[in-house]
């Protein structure tokens, strides 16, 4: 059985799995990849990104959206009805948090030997690097347009014709080169749901030592993206990428 709902929860689910996957390998104590760094964390998020796409294709969903930044762009460019948009991203949501939740898991051990409860917050979610609210904000929602006008770019007519699944190797490309190159303010989320179904695992799971979910935080990284999703749509209808 697939369905769009299903594509979106299982897509999701593994995008989560394999990025917060790849942070948790970097900061948590004793793991083999304690430590390894940036490049590493970025690389992961882009190839969770692609085989993310492949399992939400491959499950039901109609585009392997993922985000709901994408899914409202793509509500505004008329590819989806409104109730079809609000299911969309209620999928990724609840596949963010059981895909955090399995991270939880896989490192079961690490959480009680990792001390600092920053690091254990940090494999959840994203947080700034210098904390200011407008910084923050703007930098959320530019990355955020950023990667939709290159989703945009990608799969749009003047590009041309790609060969299958040529389009979501790219996507992976183009989170890879946002996480290397717009990724120090904020981490990069340009996500909601990959950073609130993972918060919310955070703040229920029984994380030892693991300290508040920063809730504080928490509104931009969720208002940001789908600012700057709506205005990579904007812009991309101007230049006549979208419709």
């Not at 392997?64 to 299911?87: C, E, G, I, R």
């Not at 994380?207 to 990284?221: F, H, L, N, R, V």
Request: glycine share 12%; proline share 6%.
């Amino acid at each position: 059985m697939t369905s769009p709902f299903l594509g979106e929860f299982m897509g999701t689910l593994v995008l989560i799995l394999l990025g917060d996957g790849v942070v948790a390998n970097v900061v948590l104590k004793k793991s083999k990849g304690e430590n390894s760094g940036w490049i590493v964390i970025a690389t992961g998020w882009a190839f969770a990104v692609v085989l993310g796409a492949f399992v939400a294709v491959a499950t039901g969903s109609v585009q392997a959206d993922l985000n709901p930044a994408v899914t409202l762009a793509k509500m505004l460019n008329n590819v989806y009805t409104a109730p079809l948009a609000a299911s969309l991203m209620v999928a990724q949501v609840l596949g963010a948090f059981v895909g955090a939740c399995l991270v939880y898991f896989m490192y079961l051990p690490h959480w009680k030997v990792t001390e600092d409860p920053g690091a254990k917050l940090a494999v959840f979610s994203t947080g700034p690097a210098i904390r200011d609210t407008t910084g923050n904000l703007i930098s959320e929602i530019l990355g955020t347009a950023m990667l939709m006008f290159a989703f945009f770019a990608i799969f749009s007519k003047p590009v041309g014709a790609l060969a299958p699944g040529l389009g979501t190797f790219l996507a992976g490309v183009v989170v890879w080169s946002m996480g290397l190159s717009l990724g120090g303010p904020t981490g990069y989320a340009i996500n909601p749901a990959r950073d609130l179904g993972p918060r919310i695992a955070h703040a229920v799971l029984p994380i030892p030592g693991k300290g508040d979910s920063d809730w504080g935080y928490s509104w931009i990284p969720v208002v940001g993206p789908m600012i700057g999703g709506t205005i990579a749509y904007a812009i991309a209808k101007i230049v006549g990428l979208a419709a």
